[in-house]
């Protein structure tokens, strides 16, 4: 087991990210600092440090315990790094699944498959009594020619 580990490669084989290319992006949009500091994917960490990964809406911070570069079961992360996000970051995700953030506002965008089928229901004919087998509009017809 190496002292050392690339950050990229350890967010990675810790489950921090699901693809080291999504933990790289990360990185180099400075989502990712170590000890405060924006860093590069190839930058090196060891036992000790702390990394922060900014996650909208909030920040997670975690010790590193140990470092690996291969990918490890979920059951083994407890001895790969300690979480120690500040609670109040918790508190503000709390808050932000609470306030009813939806991504999509409704009234706006594509309707739901629920929604398409209320609106179906509700604008279907057979609901207003209109049957198009009974020649509900040929009739009007007759009616005129038989007056005029």
Request: no cysteine; proline share 5%; glycine share 6%.
């Amino acid at each position: 087991m190496s002292e050392v580990a690339r950050i990229d490669k350890w967010l990675w084989a810790a489950r921090i990210f699901k693809t080291r290319s999504i933990a790289v992006e990360a990185i180099k949009n400075s989502r990712v600092t170590i000890e405060g500091m924006n860093v590069k994917p190839s930058r090196m960490v060891k036992a000790g440090e702390v990394v922060s990964v900014k996650k909208p809406p909030i920040t997670y911070s975690f010790k590193i315990l140990k470092t690996i570069e291969q990918r490890v079961g979920a059951k083994l992360i407890p001895q790969i790094y300690e979480n120690v996000t500040d609670p109040k970051q918790y508190e503000l995700l709390e808050m932000s699944r609470i306030s009813g953030f939806i991504d999509r506002a409704s009234g706006t965008g594509r309707p739901t498959k629920k929604d398409r089928r209320a609106l179906d229901n509700f604008v279907e004919p057979a609901m207003f009594g209109f049957d198009d087998e009974d020649g509900w509009g040929s009739d009007e017809e007759e009616d005129i020619d038989e007056k005029g």
